[in-house]
């Protein structure tokens, strides 16, 4: 089966930095994809990881341990408009499936 | 065209309604899945479509849905005897190719309300 787990909810203050972990237990694991999403709007692309290790992009980066089902997402510098829900999303299967996780809320305060 | 487009923005259906959404990918896009988003919740897979082959349907929850891609673009989503756990969020997403990385766009979603 398809198990995914990271934390509800979040808060962090204007300026630092917030880490969101995500484990996960998938067959066929292809990768994993951390999607952002504002409320009422679309998820939008923020990172893939296919290998282990960590993958930065601008204030945003992402690491993945396969052999540990374990991915987070570190957000530097936060800004007000990074107040969202951040999803995980392992794929898996032949056509690279997403599987979501609930998403944690964050909360960013000044 | 630019993104991803489904229609109609927002339903409100009464309960036993059948209803029907849209989704445009973007030009050439291969893949095409469908997820339902509760309220507060992640987006639950429900089918894909890899041109007009409907590949996996193992996520939808009972047999008042049904999906459709039958020219390998537009695609529609249809709900029988809508219920009021039917209401959420559908989201559509595409990508060029099957497996790509990095590749799938959603749109905007249609919110269902069954009162």
């Known amino acids: 089966g398809q198990n995914i787990d990271q934390p509800t909810e979040m808060t962090a203050t204007e300026g630092a930095i917030v880490q969101i972990n995500c484990t996960y237990q998938t067959s066929g694991f292809n990768g994993l994809f951390w999607y952002q999403q504002h409320a009422g709007e679309a998820p939008t692309f923020l990172s893939y990881?296919?290998?282990?290790g960590l993958e930065e992009k601008g204030r945003f980066s992402s690491f993945l341990s396969r052999s540990k089902g374990y991915s987070y997402l570190l957000l530097k510098e936060l800004q007000m408009k990074d107040s969202a829900s951040y999803l995980c999303a392992p794929v898996s299967g032949g056509y690279n499936k997403l599987i979501f996780g609930a998403g944690t809320r964050l909360a960013v305060h000044p | 065209g630019a993104g991803v487009s489904q229609s109609p923005r927002y339903k409100v259906a009464k309960r036993g309604q059948d209803v029907a959404l849209r989704c445009d990918p973007i030009?050439?896009?291969?893949?095409l899945f469908w997820y339902q988003q509760a309220l507060g919740q992640g987006p639950e897979f429900l089918t894909y479509?890899?041109?007009?082959?409907?590949?996996?349907k193992s996520g939808l929850p009972s047999d008042r849905f049904f999906a459709e891609r039958p020219e390998g673009s537009v695609s529609t989503l249809k709900i029988q005897r809508t219920q009021q756990e039917d209401s959420a969020v559908y989201l559509c997403?595409?990508?060029?190719?099957?497996?790509?990385?990095?590749?799938?766009?959603f749109g905007s979603g249609t919110r269902l309300t069954v009162v």
């Open positions: 030009s050439g896009h291969v893949s």
């Open positions: 479509f890899q041109n007009e082959a409907q590949l996996d």
């Open positions: 997403a595409s990508s060029l190719e099957p497996g790509e990385g990095a590749g799938y766009t």
């Open positions: 990881n296919v290998l282990d």
